[in-house]
């Protein structure tokens, strides 16, 4: 008997696990659009860097590519929504991936950079800035920004060369952005 509920609370425990979504704060989340940078002391405000906006713009030189039904995710964790590559242009790369809940919000924030950590050393950008961004469905129903960042040229360089593992990234990229649900 005692066995068959220490599997029962495992069981129980792992549906709990695999059904987490990422909750809404109480304050308002940013809306697609809008670029929040987390001021580093309470009261303190950041205005957002060019290159920060820059992840919202769109390029009509370069359409965004989606993957197609059948094409593999292009992602180590979630799904890759899409890519709209300005190498020819201004050497940028905004990747945009849709990933789910991990284990801890430390996870599920690291799992971005073992993404981008990826995307440069075997797919291929390893010559571009690239800017990352990651949504994910609320438990609102919404789908909005949860993590967001960019790794200047020469960090990807660097990463490319593997000088610099995923789990430094943090420390390091530029115009970093996490959704107050995953702090």
Same mark, same amino acid.
């Given at each position: 008997?005692?066995?068959?509920?220490?599997? =029962?609370? @495992?069981v129980?425990l =792992?549906?709990?696990?695999?059904?987490?979504?990422?909750?809404?704060p109480? +304050?308002?989340?940013?809306?697609?659009?809008?670029?929040?940078?987390?001021?580093?002391?309470?009261g303190?405000?950041?205005?957002?860097t060019e290159?920060?906006?820059?992840? +919202?713009?769109t390029?009509?030189?370069?359409?965004?590519?989606?993957p197609?039904?059948?094409?593999?995710? *292009?992602l180590?964790?979630?799904?890759?929504?899409?890519?709209? $590559?300005?190498r020819?242009?201004?050497?940028?790369? &905004?990747?945009? @991936? %849709?990933?789910? @809940?991990?284990?801890?919000?430390?996870?599920?924030?690291?799992?971005?950079?073992?993404? &981008?950590?990826d995307l440069?050393?075997?797919?291929?950008?390893? +010559?571009?800035?690239l800017?990352?961004w990651?949504?994910a469905d609320?438990s609102? *129903?919404?789908?909005?920004k949860v993590v967001?960042?960019?790794?200047?040229?020469?960090?990807?360089?660097?990463i490319?060369? *593997?000088?610099?593992?995923?789990?430094?990234? *943090?420390? =390091?990229?530029? $115009?970093?952005?996490?959704?107050?649900?995953? %702090?």
């Open positions: 008997m005692r066995v068959f509920l220490t599997s =029962l609370l @495992a129980l =792992l549906f709990s696990v695999a059904g987490c979504t990422i909750t809404d109480e +304050d308002t989340p940013p809306t697609q659009g809008q670029q929040v940078v987390t001021p580093q002391e309470p303190q405000t950041v205005e957002p290159s920060a906006s820059a992840m +919202d713009a390029s009509s030189e370069s359409p965004e590519q989606e197609t039904d059948g094409e593999e995710s *292009g180590k964790y979630g799904e890759l929504v899409s890519i709209n $590559d300005n020819d242009s201004n050497g940028v790369v &905004v990747v945009k @991936a %849709k990933i789910t @809940a991990n284990l801890t919000n430390s996870l599920t924030v690291s799992q971005n950079y073992h993404n &981008v950590v440069i050393q075997n797919q291929g950008y390893d +010559d571009c800035e800017q990352y990651a949504v609320m609102s *129903g919404s789908e909005d967001s960042f960019t790794v200047p040229k020469d960090l990807v360089s660097q490319a060369a *593997g000088d610099i593992a995923a789990t430094q990234l *943090g420390d =390091l990229v530029e $115009d970093f952005y996490i959704h107050p649900s995953l %702090k």
